[in-house]
Every structure is written in structure tokens, then in C-alpha cells.
């Protein structure tokens, strides 16, 4: 039941977003297993099980990273009257156009408008009003002194330059006339947006909601981190792993922790799981070892399929979902290999596509840069290869810049349960699968994970 995966079997394929190569080894790789899926036809087939969530209205507070759903339109223009944009004296400018030092012009000061103030004293040819920034230019006056330009009084004020045409005035509906669209459906309501819309007047939007998401480890081996282990036990890495993967992609994960190699448990975890998540994610149990309890309870269910993928680590995937109910359908089930390193690329290729357009997102792939390989590796023909690297990036003395390195994070290579390599990683670099092998100062396609 392991699967270590060793860089010796077969295939290639791109991650979302064709993720085409340069410049390796070609070898006539012997023909994969024709029941084996390359990379994009496992993606499509997950891809076209998963359709953004129904919207669900939410408050501003919770609606940060989510997608909108609907154009956000201004209730009122914005800003939604003539305002000061300094601290200063509102003024009728044709009093002022002869000032300067040398001639400054003293006014009386007939009223003090604080940010906030509803009053609006109009002005006469001869007065000013004292104003702070914000607060509602008042009848009469067309432009702002500043402060600096000043003897700041209180009575009466001293100006010494003459200001411009509506100098420091911000114009009722300058940034939106009520009834503009200030966001548009599809929209990802990062901070700035989210500010849009309250400037906008809106207190909640319409919104595909994050995704529910169930981690469960399988494996009798397993432990909670931090609690003695006996011969034979390893701490559940692979739960808090894909769990914080969910919530870095947007989803709210639901950590269930690891159960044991046991038909029953699964099964009753799963049905008591079913009506409360979206997803479910398993890890461990999916290969062909005595006690793959996730492809025993799954697959006499019938919608889940465990067709192998070409691709390396992370062949043996499983995916489909819990029947449906009368009531609800199932939630999606992503059954991924057990091996730390196999369960993350399967996360990266597969789930985390999968949990972006169920939030409704408009990119579904990571980012990706071409890097020049710096230690080399060998690569399994036929078989894609998501080969955990450290991304550097240093000057390279010419004039444009920078140059981007790939490193294997872990000395033993892509060994899938190479953890602690791991999680020095800041990318996949994906290799084709007719690639064998990669050197040093190759070109290399790198999926940036953080
Ligand atoms: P399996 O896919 O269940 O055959 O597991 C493959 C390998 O991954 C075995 O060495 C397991 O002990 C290890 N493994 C499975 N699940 C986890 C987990 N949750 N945390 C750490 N290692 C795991
Ligand atoms: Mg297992």
C-alpha cells in the first residue's frame, strides 16, 4: 500500500493553464496504461463536476476574499456633496485674487465647520468660514485656503496667496454618480473593494460562499501531533496539512483529524459528514494494500472513481461524490494518497482548482514562472512530475535583472514522504512526461505555492 513513487514509471501532463516545457531529455517512453489519465483529462473531469456555490448574502465583515455575485451599484453620488479636501478657510475667491505676502488680505471668519457638521452658514463677498477637511464646502464659497497659506485666525484670518479656481474642493459625485456600477459581478472582494462597497452605501453583497470543507486522515498508524507514539505510529501530519491548504485557498475547513483503517468508522463519518460539507477530503488508503479502507468504503458506493493519473507523486486519485439524498446532493469527495508529499501535489493539481471555481473565482491555477533548473533530477517517462522546489530569485549582472533558480527541496529527490523537505518548498516545478531527465541550467516551469 505504499506510495513512495520512486522517479522510475510512467507519464506527462500540465497543471490548469498548460504549463508547456522547455529543453529536456526526450526518451520514447513506453506507453502508459491506457486506462491511465493524463493530468488535464483528471482535472477536467473534477472540474466539470464543480460549479460555483449559489450565492448567499452576506455582511461586509464577512464577505473579504469572497466573489461577488452582483454589480454593486452607489446609493448616493460619491462623495455625496462638495467637501474640503484641506484643513483651511472656505473662501469666495474673487475677495482673494490680489493676495500675497507682500499683500496679504485679513476677512472675517463668520463660521467654524468641523468635519461632520450639517450647518451651512452662506457666505457673502467679505467672509470666509473656517473649514477641516471633509467637512461640506457651505453655500457661496468656491475654493479652499489651506491652512499654510494662513495667520490661521480664529476671528479673523490673514490669507497671503490668492487660491486657484475651486482650489482643495472635492466635487459631489467625483469618484461615482449614484447608480454607477462601482463593482462588477465576478469581482474578488479584496480590502480595497470591500471599502468600495461600503463607500458605495451598501452594508451587505451577494456572494458565492466559501466552500465547506472536511479533512480526514485514514491510517491506524496515526496519532494526534504531540502524543506519545509506540513502534509503528507517526504523528497525522497530512489533516492539519490539508486543512490549512483549504483555508489558504478561501475554503473553511472542517478538521476532522485521522481515523483508523476501519470500513465502519469511515463509512459512519462519511454519512454523518454528508449533509453538513461541501467537500471532503481524504487522504491515506487509496492504493492496493490490505487495508485501503477509503478505496474499500468508496468504491462499491459507484461515484467515486479511483482511475490512476499520470503523473508523479500522486498517482492513485480518487474522486466523485457521496450519493445523493433526496433532500441534498452529495458532497464532493477528493480521495488523495496517503504520502505527505503525494497528498499536497494532489491538493495543489486537483483540489485547490476544484475549491476556486466552487468559490466562484475567475483564476483557477497558480501562478507560474520559468525558472533555470540549479541542481538537476531524474524524471519517470510517461508520467508528470510536480517536483517540490526552493525558488530563489538573484541578479544575474545584466541590465534587466534578476534571475529565477529551482532547487529540489529535499536531497532524496521527489520522495513522496519527504516532508520536512517539504515545507521548504515555495514551488512545484512541473515536469513533462516525457521528460527523464532535468539539468542543471534547464528551463523549468515552476507553480508558485506560496
Ligand atoms: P497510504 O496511502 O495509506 O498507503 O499511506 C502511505 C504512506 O503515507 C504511509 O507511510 C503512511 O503512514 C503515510 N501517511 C498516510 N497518512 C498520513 C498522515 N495523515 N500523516 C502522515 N503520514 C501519513
Ligand atoms: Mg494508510
Not at 488535464?40 to 455582511?59: D, G, K, N, T
Not at 465502519?264 to 454523518?272: N, T
Not at 521548504?424 to 528551463?443: K, M
Request: hydrophobic share 40%; with cysteine.
Amino acid at each position: 500500500m505504499t506510495d513512495t513513487e520512486r522517479p522510475d514509471a510512467g507519464a506527462r501532463d500540465t497543471a490548469p493553464g498548460d504549463h508547456a516545457n522547455h529543453s529536456h531529455t526526450r526518451t520514447d517512453a513506453c506507453a502508459p496504461a491506457a486506462s491511465a489519465r493524463t493530468v488535464a483529462e483528471q482535472l477536467a473531469i473534477v472540474l466539470a463536476s464543480v460549479a460555483p456555490l449559489p450565492p448567499v448574502r452576506v455582511e461586509l465583515d464577512a464577505a473579504r476574499g469572497l466573489v461577488l455575485a452582483e454589480d454593486v451599484l452607489t446609493v448616493t453620488d460619491t462623495p455625496p456633496f462638495d467637501n474640503s479636501a484641506m484643513d483651511g478657510y472656505a473662501v469666495i475667491r474673487s475677495d482673494l485674487l490680489s493676495a500675497s505676502p507682500q499683500n496679504p488680505i485679513t476677512l472675517p471668519v463668520v463660521a467654524d465647520l468641523a468635519a461632520g457638521t450639517a450647518e451651512n452658514p452662506r457666505l457673502v463677498p467679505g467672509q470666509v468660514a473656517r473649514i477641516m477637511t471633509g467637512a461640506p464646502i457651505p453655500d457661496g464659497a468656491n475654493a479652499v485656503v489651506p491652512i499654510e497659506d494662513t495667520d490661521q485666525g480664529i476671528e479673523r484670518v490673514a490669507i497671503v496667496r490668492a487660491p486657484g479656481a475651486a482650489a482643495h474642493v472635492r466635487r459631489a459625485g467625483e469618484d461615482a454618480h449614484a447608480g454607477d456600477r462601482v463593482l462588477r459581478a465576478g469581482s474578488v472582494l479584496w480590502p480595497t473593494r470591500v471599502a468600495a462597497a461600503a463607500s458605495a452605501g451598501t452594508s451587505s453583497v451577494l456572494v458565492h460562499p466559501a466552500p465547506r470543507v472536511a479533512v480526514i486522515s485514514t491510517g491506524s498508524e496515526l496519532v494526534t501531533p504531540g502524543s506519545p507514539t509506540r513502534r509503528g505510529q507517526i504523528p497525522d501530519s497530512n489533516s492539519f496539512l490539508l486543512s490549512a491548504a483549504v483555508a489558504e485557498a478561501g475554503g473553511i475547513a472542517v478538521r476532522i483529524g485521522a481515523v483508523p483503517d476501519d470500513d465502519d468508522v469511515l463509512r459512519a463519518l462519511l454519512d454523518e459528514l454528508a449533509g453538513s460539507v461541501d467537500v471532503i477530503v481524504l487522504s491515506g488508503g487509496v492504493s492496493v494494500g490490505a487495508y485501503d479502507v477509503v478505496k474499500a468504503v468508496l468504491k462499491p458506493l459507484g461515484t467515486v472513481d479511483f482511475g490512476p493519473v499520470k503523473m508523479q507523486p500522486g498517482k492513485p486519485q480518487g474522486f466523485g461524490r457521496w450519493p445523493a439524498t433526496e433532500q441534498a446532493s452529495g458532497p464532493l469527495i477528493f480521495a488523495l494518497p496517503g504520502n505527505p508529499v503525494s497528498a499536497y501535489v494532489s491538493f495543489e493539481v486537483f483540489v485547490r482548482p476544484a475549491l476556486q471555481r466552487l468559490l466562484g473565482q475567475p483564476i483557477l491555477n497558480r501562478r507560474t514562472v520559468t525558472a533555470t533548473v540549479v541542481d538537476g533530477w531524474r524524471s519517470p517517462p510517461g508520467r508528470a512530475q510536480y517536483m517540490p522546489v526552493i525558488v530563489t530569485h538573484r541578479t544575474d549582472g545584466t541590465e534587466n535583472g534578476t534571475l529565477t533558480e529551482a532547487r529540489p527541496a529535499s536531497r532524496g529527490g521527489s520522495g513522496s514522504h519527504l516532508v520536512a523537505g517539504l515545507a521548504q518548498a515555495s514551488g512545484l516545478a512541473i515536469v513533462p512526461e516525457d521528460a527523464t531527465h532535468i539539468r542543471g541550467g534547464d528551463l523549468i516551469t515552476v507553480m508558485l505555492t506560496s
